[in-house]
């Protein structure tokens, strides 16, 4: 199977299989989104959503937020990992957005790195999620499905050699998507330690299914 059939097969499953979706983060505003996705590097989403409802009754909207000490913000995040950093990005992320952006989240790639505690993986699923862009976020998930389902290749050894694997071969269209299809995979059946292979209706065109089913481990973990 060539790696474009690989492509049309998996793509053609999820469209059917999942034709809505969306994140599993809890939020009512672009800023909201922007802080649960900072809080969410290295954390559960579970975790993240039982953590905001207070964080953002007490701080609604970036001016609310800048207008606090990180020591404030802390209180409400102490159960998320790397509190103390989180706390301290939140803060500065959103005076920078007042001083620059007039209290909104920006739309631009460029803009958004500049903000304290973001990096390419939080701006892209801002500029998907929050604003309808193709843009693909790569985390942990997405990273070991794209690889143990064949969509990319060794050389692909970080997020943004996925990523651009990933936009090239991904039809805009299915890009906001694809990320959602391939983080949920990730998340609940093609698991990171034990993945679940048997009850994997992918398994049929997966490489790495192979590899586990004949006892060679869990597949292509990178």
């Known amino acids: 199977m060539t790696r474009k059939e690989r492509y049309e097969r998996i793509l053609r499953y999820f469209r059917q299989e999942m034709p809505e979706v969306e994140t599993e983060l809890a939020f009512d505003s672009v800023f909201q989104l922007l802080v ?5 590097a290295q954390c559960t989403d579970k975790r993240i959503n039982q953590v905001t409802p207070a964080l953002f009754r007490r701080y609604p909207d970036a001016r609310s937020m800048a207008e606090a000490e990180a020591d404030d913000v802390l209180e409400y995040i102490k ?3 790397y509190p103390n950093a989180k706390a301290d990005h939140l803060v500065k992320m959103a005076r920078m957005l007042m001083e620059r952006h ?3 989240v920006p739309s631009d790639m460029n803009q958004l790195l500049d903000l304290p505690g973001v990096g390419r ?3 892209n699923v801002i500029l998907s999620v929050a604003f309808g ?3 693909m976020a790569v985390d942990t998930h997405v990273f070991r499905v794209s690889h143990r389902l ?3 290749g060794k050389a692909a050894d970080t997020p943004f050699k996925v990523e651009q694997e990933l936009v090239k071969n991904i039809p805009v269209e299915d890009i906001p998507r694809a990320h959602h299809w391939l983080l949920l995979h990730g998340r609940y059946v093609c ?3 034990r993945p679940h292979c048997g009850k994997c209706n992918l398994s049929g065109v997966c490489p790495s299914a192979s590899l586990s089913s004949s006892g060679g481990g869990s597949g292509a973990q990178p």
């Open 36 to 40: 649960a996705v900072i809080l969410s």
């Open 79 to 81: 159960s998320v990992s």
């Open 102 to 104: 007039g209290g909104e």
């Open 121 to 123: 993986k939080t701006a």
């Open 133 to 135: 862009q193709s843009a």
């Open 150 to 152: 064949g969509l990319v």
């Open 191 to 193: 698991t990171s330690r």
